[in-house]
């Protein structure tokens, strides 16, 4: 499925290397005014070519709205935005088409669809699909902002060099309108000279690296998501998973509460003017699948680039014998960077729909 969502609902079409690509939203309410300058700034974070840590693929990643927007108002009918490839160079996979390239999804494609998939670029498969998936997340998120509710995600890790993590009890304001328009984006900016080293080193050996993503979500009042199967755990991870390269994922203290005691793990309640609070936020915001007033954070785990120009060994289909590949193209040497953005995109999306279900939009 490319589609998400019960009720704003996305559908993601297009392949990495065809015409176009693109996003049809539905649900979305009417009377929204959207400002453009906004969403094109979140596409910008995301577009190659912008940054030396990415791909040197320059796309505008320029969406044209078919419907669903008059004079940049919400009409309530189905939004549609295209974004048009003008920047593809197919040759450079004509070796893929029949001895898949290790860590992509050549073999299982096509396996799944009997060799008929695009293979140019990674075709539906490519994170080039994310493009459409900021668009629909930079709408979304204003909506929400109009609410009271900020979400922003900063690089929380490249290999084994690590960022400051978010306090997860106060966010400031400024810290989040500050991370969700930088490109390089972290709560401690000292870092970035090491870690675009790391990068830098992959890069010149033919090599990529892998990464995390901290999330951020705030203003989420108390009582929001449901038990069991559709918790916001559930919903966020869904959509999260719906973005190539991510590998896992974890909320609050996350895998940290298993070293834990309760007394530890558990985080004491108190009144604040009126307010129930939390003195620490290991839960990451999150009880039982709903929302307790506390900033909702999660982290997701992102892996190194498969495309890499080192010689690895692969095999080829037709002939069913062992082979080598160098894979050529242009390609990120680490994807962590502009996955920041679809993050948070991905979680706007999220939020949308959980709020929309208690009818707090």
């Not at 918790?231 to 298993?258: C, L, R």
């Amino acid at each position: 499925m490319s589609s998400w969502g019960n009720l704003v609902n996305i559908s993601i079409f297009g392949e990495s290397h065809g015409a176009g690509i693109g996003v049809v939203i539905d649900g979305l309410p009417a009377g929204e005014r959207i400002d453009m300058d906004s969403v094109l700034l979140q596409m910008a974070r995301r577009a190659p070519g912008k940054d030396r840590a990415a791909t040197p693929r320059l796309e505008k990643d320029f969406p044209e709205i078919m419907s669903g927007m008059l004079d940049g108002v919400t009409t309530g009918a189905p939004l549609c935005a295209v974004i048009k490839n003008t920047n593809t160079r197919s040759g450079d996979y004509g070796n893929v088409l029949s001895s898949p390239r290790p860590g992509h999804a050549d073999y299982t494609g096509y396996i799944r669809y009997e060799g008929c998939n695009d293979i140019r670029g990674g075709g539906h498969f490519s994170g080039r699909l994310t493009a459409p998936l900021v668009f629909a997340g930079a709408v979304c998120r204003q909506i929400l902002e109009k609410r009271g509710i900020k979400i922003a995600a900063h690089i929380a890790s490249v290999g084994n060099i690590k960022d400051e993590r978010f306090d997860p009890v106060s966010i400031p304001g400024e810290l989040m309108d500050r991370l969700s328009a930088q490109v390089f984006g972290l709560v401690d900016e000292s870092r970035e000279d090491a870690m675009r080293s790391l990068i830098d080193e992959c890069r010149m050996s033919g090599d990529s690296i892998g990464g995390t993503i901290e999330c951020a979500v705030t203003g989420v009042p108390a009582g929001v998501g449901n038990p069991m199967f559709s918790g916001i755990e559930n919903v966020i991870s869904s959509v999260m998973f719906g973005i190539p390269a991510i590998k896992g994922i974890e909320f609050g203290a996350g895998f940290e509460a298993s070293m834990m005691r309760g007394s530890e793990n558990n985080d004491e309640f108190y009144i604040d003017n009126g307010t129930v609070k939390t003195r620490t936020n290991n839960h990451g915001g999150i009880l039982g699948g709903i929302s307790s007033g506390m900033p909702i954070i999660f982290r997701v785990a992102v892996k190194p680039t498969p495309s890499i120009s080192t010689e690895q060994h692969t095999v080829e289909l037709e002939s069913m014998t062992d082979t080598t590949l160098a894979v050529k193209g242009r390609h990120d040497p680490c994807i962590v960077v502009r996955a920041v953005p679809v993050v948070e995109a991905a979680a706007a999306v999220a939020l949308i729909n959980l709020l929309s279900e208690v009818h707090k939009l």
